[in-house]
């Protein structure tokens, strides 16, 4: 079940319900949008380092924008697996996030 405190929380007190992109999410959300990243880039061939490069980036902290920016750097048919592989509250998340 999603959480919807969390995702409220996120939403901009001043306009009542606009999603504030630049603020971080909890970290709990973020490390389930990590991991999940993580699992998709390792299921890359990894011939030429590009997983690899990907993995790096995503060594990050949970920072203003970052979790969103982990989810920015998959094509839509790799948004849409992430969006599978996390939890309910972490995909609402990520929704409210893309605008969608």
């Known amino acids: 079940m999603t959480n919807l405190l969390n995702v ?18 909890p970290q709990h959300i973020f490390d389930d ?3 999940n990243a993580e699992v998709i880039w ?14 790096e980036r995503i060594d990050i902290q949970n ?3 970052n979790a969103w920016y982990i989810v920015a750097m998959f094509d839509a048919q790799n948004q849409e697996k992430l969006l599978k592989l996390v939890s309910a509250e972490t995909a609402e998340m990520i929704r409210l996030a893309r605008g969608s």
């Open 63 to 65: 920072v203003s924008d």
């Open 33 to 35: 949008i990590r991991r």
């Open 8 to 25: 409220e929380k996120m939403m901009d007190s001043n306009s009542g319900n606009k999603f504030d992109y630049y603020t971080a999410p």
């Open 42 to 55: 390792r299921a890359y061939d990894d011939t030429h380092g590009y997983a690899a490069g990907k993995l």
